[in-house]
């Protein structure tokens, strides 16, 4: 059974995941004000490679779990390293290369959203 979480302690456990696998360029939208969204918080970052791609999705999926009992429930994109999805349900982590990241621009399609960069 999972442990229950508060959503803020997961998203800043999600970021700190990132950030100790030197992830790049994070930003979260919260979409808790936007009808019928999927989740509550998109978290989106980069990493310079498919190695270092890969590295931050199962950095984040250990750190999480080591320090909330929370287990990723899907995760999608492993086989190419160029666009991984970690669905923690509340929050969906994207770790993108920089030019996928470029090209989809999903920030753009949810620019009504409040957004927070970290450092």
Request: charged letters at 25%.
């Amino acid at each position: 059974m999972q442990k229950a979480v508060s959503t803020k302690k997961l998203l800043s456990t999600i970021i700190e995941g990132i950030a100790e696998k030197k992830g790049e360029h994070t930003i979260s939208l919260d979409f808790k004000n936007i009808e019928n969204a999927i989740c509550k918080y998109f978290v989106i970052c980069e990493g310079n490679s498919t190695t270092h791609v890969t590295a931050i999705a199962d950095g984040i999926t250990d750190y999480v779990q080591k320090n909330t009992g929370v287990k990723v429930w899907q995760k999608s994109g492993y086989e190419n390293a160029e666009w991984i999805i970690l669905d923690y349900a509340e929050i969906m982590v994207h770790i993108f290369q920089p030019y996928v990241r470029n090209y989809y621009n999903i920030e753009e399609l949810w620019a009504d959203c409040p957004i927070k960069q970290y450092k």
